[in-house]
């Protein structure tokens, strides 16, 4: 019973702040506009400023794990792999074929993977998730655009990764957080607190704006599309990448965030660069909302499962 609680107050939180977000939508408090500004307001700002924080305040010996770290990106590499090689024998449009890759493997991290860490081992686990981030971050955003581009316009262009890596705001917190914390680099106490509390809104003001988003209009175009995405992103990422965490001795908070990595939704900006990329910007978006909706019950059904049997 102790075990249903602990993932039930872990998830709960998330899906009410959404709740809440989806419910000003509908009551016209917020409208399209200001919940692109509000997003864009905390991927650019707050979420930043949570990512370096939580590195800055981490443990260096704790937090930076190289078997962990090596982990995470060689299971999203391996991911990404597979999927461009199975992804184009089940879906023959092009522009869907990028946004069912980058749907599958990657996640929304940060926005929802670290607070589900959080609400099961607190401020404990928070350096850890957001040492993951800062290599796992940059790699997302670098197969994302591979994939899109090859899929929708046949080409790569390297130029246009690249930059897109240098100018990401959470992957330039991610560096600074790990340079100050291996240089020692005292912030003053003001500074850290500020930068703190500023941190704290990212998630709430997050999830709202993300509830806000959800759109069910137009599913029926895309069925088959949502099922697959839904299914590998939700279901078969964490059975598959779980027993192998498991196997290799992870446990506890590591293995805690690898489940998130693979098991949390599909990150919003998914949709804003399947409509950069001119790839179907339309099932990317039906993409977020379905992924995020029910990984409410999947994750729940994550956290309880290791918690039963004594893995976290």
């Avoid at 260096?60 to 995470?72: D, N």
């Amino acid at each position: 019973m102790e075990n249903f609680k602990i993932a039930i107050n872990a998830v709960l939180p998330l899906f009410f702040t959404m709740a809440v977000g989806y419910f000003l939508r509908q009551i016209h408090f917020v409208d399209e506009p200001l919940l692109k500004k509000l997003n864009k307001l905390v991927f650019n700002v707050f979420l930043p400023l949570l990512l370096f924080i939580n590195i800055y305040q981490s443990d260096l010996e704790t937090s930076f794990r190289l078997k962990t770290i090596l982990t995470a990106v060689c299971s999203v590499l391996a991911l990404f792999v597979v999927l461009c090689a199975v992804v184009p024998l089940i879906e023959k449009d092009g522009r869907r074929r990028g946004v069912i890759v980058q749907g599958i493997f990657r996640s929304n991290y940060i926005l929802f993977g670290a607070p589900l860490v959080f609400g099961v081992f607190g401020d404990q686990g928070m350096g850890t998730v957001s040492v993951i981030s800062a290599f796992v971050v940059p790699l997302y955003n670098m197969l994302s655009v591979a994939a899109l581009e090859t899929f929708s316009q046949g080409q790569v262009n390297v130029k246009k990764i690249l930059k897109g890596i240098v100018k990401n705001p959470l992957i330039i917190a991610s560096a600074l957080g790990i340079l100050c914390l291996v240089a020692g680099v005292p912030l003053p106490q003001a500074v850290e607190k500020t930068v703190s509390d500023l941190g704290k809104v990212a998630t709430p003001l997050g999830l709202v704006s993300l509830g806000g988003f959800f759109k069910f209009s137009d599913t029926k175009r895309f069925i088959k599309q949502l099922v697959i995405i839904v299914t590998g992103r939700l279901i078969l990422c964490p059975a598959a990448f779980l027993p192998i965490f498991i196997k290799m001795g992870f446990r506890d908070v590591e293995l805690m965030a690898l489940a998130t990595m693979m098991g949390a939704p599909i990150a919003v900006s998914s949709f804003i660069m399947a409509q950069q990329q001119g790839a179907d910007a339309d099932l990317a978006g039906q993409s977020v909302a379905f992924t995020t909706l029910f990984s409410v019950f999947t994750m729940f059904l994550i956290i309880f499962g290791l918690k039963q049997m004594r893995f976290i």
